[in-house]
Antibody, heavy 118, light 113 residues
């Protein structure tokens, strides 16, 4: 079955960086994209960006440009999301999600809690 | 950006009764070349990731109970739970995948009355 397994929780200080991994299994990694979505405590869902699993093309949310980088390692079917210059309002659960060719998100990772605190 | 607005923000429905959630997009998410609405509905229970319920505005994902249905086209959409069950308590989100950035509604919390 399709599975996305994310790395564990992180605690970071303001100004630091975090890199979250998302290992895919149960499907052909290069046939789909990976979207990243975050959810601040008690809040709704915010799309952060997308990476094409085949060629690594990316599209980032405008408010994160310059701070976020999404990459993939096709040899291990793993996607990564790095967020730099962390602020307290980056505290959130970060989800990776599989995105089909038609741009539909149909499967989600379990989420990774990133806490930014001094 | 396409803004997605859901109503209501929350609703309480008796077990076995109908629950209706509305979602309005700031511009059409209907792609004329294939006549598909790029609109999905997700269910999120506490402590869990979202789960896909409906895509193309009205197609039920495999394994989703048939009490869940989606309708609408263009800019106005509806998710209906025909007979609310206890396990349906959750927050429901609509999302457009017509263009980037993908955008979500603010969520509708469904509770038991």
């Amino acid at each position: 079955q399709v599975q996305l397994v994310q790395s564990g929780p992180e605690v970071k200080k303001p100004g630091a960086s975090v890199k979250v991994s998302c290992k895919a299994s149960g499907y052909t990694f290069t046939s789909y994209g990976i979207s990243w979505v975050r959810q601040a405590p008690g809040q709704g869902l915010e799309w952060m960006g997308w990476i094409n699993g085949y060629n690594g093309n990316t599209h980032y949310a405008e408010n994160l440009l310059g701070r976020v980088t999404m990459t993939t390692d096709t040899s291990t079917s793993t996607a990564y999301m790095e967020l730099r210059s962390l602020r307290s309002d980056d505290t959130a659960v970060y989800y990776c999600a599989r995105e089909s060719v038609a741009a539909l998100i149909d499967c989600w990772g379990q989420g990774t809690l990133v806490t930014v605190s001094s | 950006d396409i803004v997605m607005t859901q109503s209501p923000d929350s609703l309480a429905v008796s077990l076995g009764e109908r629950a209706t959630i509305n979602c309005k997009s700031s511009r059409s998410v209907l792609y004329s070349s294939n006549n598909k609405n790029y609109l999905a509905w997700y269910q999120q229970k506490p402590g869990q990731p979202p789960k896909l319920l409906i895509y193309w505005a009205s197609i039920r994902e495999s394994g989703v109970p048939d009490r869940f249905s989606g309708s609408g086209s263009g800019t106005d959409f509806t998710l209906t739970i025909s007979s609310l069950q206890a396990e349906d308590v959750a927050v429901y989100y609509c999302q457009q995948y017509f263009t980037t950035p993908r955008t979500f509604g603010q969520g509708t919390k469904v509770e038991i009355k």
